[in-house]
């Protein structure tokens, strides 16, 4: 990249890390370091600001630039992200957002709990809830170091690994100092960054293009290589059976996971009521639904204008369709638009990798604080070390992601948030819809619920191809791949709900009707909610 490109780039990102270290130490002035105001910012967030804080938490570098890049390259079959990603939201909307704002405080636990032995659901929960974090954590660090450094021009190794470093340095500093009022309003407005840009070049696509979709289509399907089998089902998923048993696996983990996903749960605690949760995830659906409708355009957009063999050149996974389409749209590498529009872009994908990284950890250090250190300890913490508890941990969960980060930095990131989809999906979920629609449901079958999905989830991939086996695992070196799959969902996630099923018939403890019945009461009208 030229260096008009990399000092463009430089100053954007400057003034979006100054802006988001200002909102920082401004809410760190005004907390009064209560576990509700660190956790759910005081609850005081509108259905709109809690809407693009969503989306801006859910949107993340696998959104903006892997989407893309998968259908710039796979046509049609990349779609199919798309779908799995949205359609999720529906499970999210009628199943899951006003119940868990009624029976939980600030974590998946509190919802689990409320009926149950407290001690070793909030343990299975909380193990459960820092493991997914941990893995969506890892594939945003991976993304920084390899998006963000590749984007200032510098491909080398430790420019990877400092780029790795400093995201995780300024992550913890938003969450031990700001909290969840603070990590909100860095999601906003990344969230107003993400849709702006994704406007703006979809617009300059369409008047490329006339604003003729079929010729879009035309266009990307001739310089494909593939010809009408790119507009068509089957060119990245259509192989054998085990690669079609991958997409209905991969599926399942998108459309199921997101429900169970604990930095989305979190949210819904930083509205006053049930209803600004149900409303929250209506507007959440609405810029969610929007975006991707926009990568439609920009992916095909990226085949037709740049052209997948340019984008595969440039990276492997397609990760750089976005940024090379802008620089296109802008007028070419040596132009001033051209220059503009990719710094704009890189600045964007900076800051989509900040906002969501800073809400994965805030979700894991509640986790941390909240569930296991008050259940490992023999007294309850009070709310005010309960935080310094959480702001520690936040310390501790950044150091592994940047470690993390830096062995896996080669690991393909959309298998990572795959893998965190698949066992969120697989341990979460389970446990989470069993204690709001099961009547007989018990503390042996939460804990079973859990272990049940996550063990087998993490044991899956460990003897799957993506670790062993062939020339792109993790370890091409060695084979130990006894599972056929790249994804564990297919068979973790019932297993997990089979696994609460079996723990609870099993279970000697009578179930506790009177519990249930109040939970009940109290998750559909919100009587006695916090």
């Not at 984008?311 to 001033?336: E, H, I, K, Y």
């Not at 296991?372 to 992601?401: D, H, N, Q």
């Not at 993506?466 to 993790?474: C, F, I, K």
């Not at 006894?482 to 000697?508: D, E, R």
Request: with cysteine.
């Amino acid at each position: 990249m030229s260096g008009n490109h990399q000092t463009l780039a430089l100053l954007l990102f400057s003034a979006f890390v100054a802006v988001t270290l200002a909102i920082t130490t401004w809410v760190s002035r005004n907390r009064h370091g209560s576990a509700e105001e660190f956790y759910a910012g005081g609850r005081l967030f509108s259905p709109m600001e809690n809407g693009f804080a969503i989306s801006g938490d859910y949107m993340s570098a696998a959104s903006f630039l892997g989407v893309t890049g998968l259908i710039a390259l796979f046509g049609y079959d990349g779609l199919l992200y798309v779908v799995g990603f949205l359609v999720a939201w529906l499970v999210v909307l009628f199943l899951v957002a006003e119940l868990v704002r009624n029976c939980g405080r600030f974590t998946l636990a509190d919802v689990v709990a409320a009926r149950m032995s407290e001690r070793p659901v909030r343990i299975a929960a909380g193990t459960s809830s820092v493991t997914v974090s941990v893995l969506y954590l890892v594939a945003q660090m991976v993304g920084a170091g390899s998006l963000v450094a590749l984007l200032l021009g510098g491909t080398s190794e430790a420019a990877r690994n400092w780029t790795v470093i400093g995201v995780g340095a300024l992550m913890v500093i938003y969450v031990s100092m700001g909290g969840m009022r603070a990590t909100t309003w860095i999601q906003i407005v990344k969230a107003v960054m993400l849709m702006g840009g994704a406007i703006a070049l979809t617009v300059l696509v369409l008047v490329r293009f006339h604003g003729d979709l079929n010729q879009l289509l035309r266009s990307a399907a001739a310089r494909s290589g593939h010809g009408d089998a790119f507009l068509a089902p089957g060119l990245k998923y259509g192989g054998d059976w085990t690669a079609r048993f991958d997409f209905i696996s991969l599926g399942l983990a998108l459309v199921l996971g997101t429900a169970g996903l604990p930095h989305i749960l979190s949210r819904f605690y930083t509205v006053p009521t049930a209803r600004a949760a149900r409303r929250s995830v209506v507007w959440a659906i609405g810029l969610i639904g929007s975006f991707y409708l926009m990568t439609f355009v920009l992916g095909f957009g990226a085949a037709a204008i740049v052209g997948p063999e340019a984008v595969r050149g440039s990276n492997a996974a397609g990760n750089t369709a976005v940024p090379l389409l802008a620089l296109d749209l802008g007028g070419g590498a040596d132009s001033t638009g051209g220059t503009v529009l990719f710094a704009i872009v890189a600045a964007i994908a900076f800051a989509t990798i900040l906002a969501v990284v800073a809400g994965i950890t805030l979700a894991s250090s509640a986790s941390v604080a909240h569930d296991l250190y008050t259940s490992l300890r023999r007294r309850r913490a009070k709310p005010r070390s309960e935080v310094t508890v959480a702001r520690t941990a936040a310390v501790g969960i950044g150091v592994v992601a940047i470690a993390l980060g830096l062995l896996a930095r080669d690991l393909n990131v959309a298998f990572l948030v795959g893998l965190a989809f698949a066992v969120a999906a697989s341990a979460n979920l389970p446990v989470l819809l069993y204690s709001l629609f099961w009547r007989g449901f018990t503390t042996r079958g939460a804990v079973w619920a859990v272990y049940g999905g996550l063990v087998p989830a993490l044991l899956l991939v460990l003897l799957s191809p993506v670790v062993s086996g062939s020339p792109e695992s993790l370890f091409p070196g060695v084979n130990f791949q006894y599972f056929p799959l790249q994804n564990p969902g297919l068979v973790s996630i019932p297993l997990g709900f089979l696994a609460g099923w079996l723990g609870t018939v099993t279970s000697a403890e009578p179930p506790d009707e009177a519990k249930h019945a109040e939970t009940e009461v109290r998750s559909l009208t919100g009587a006695g909610a916090v």
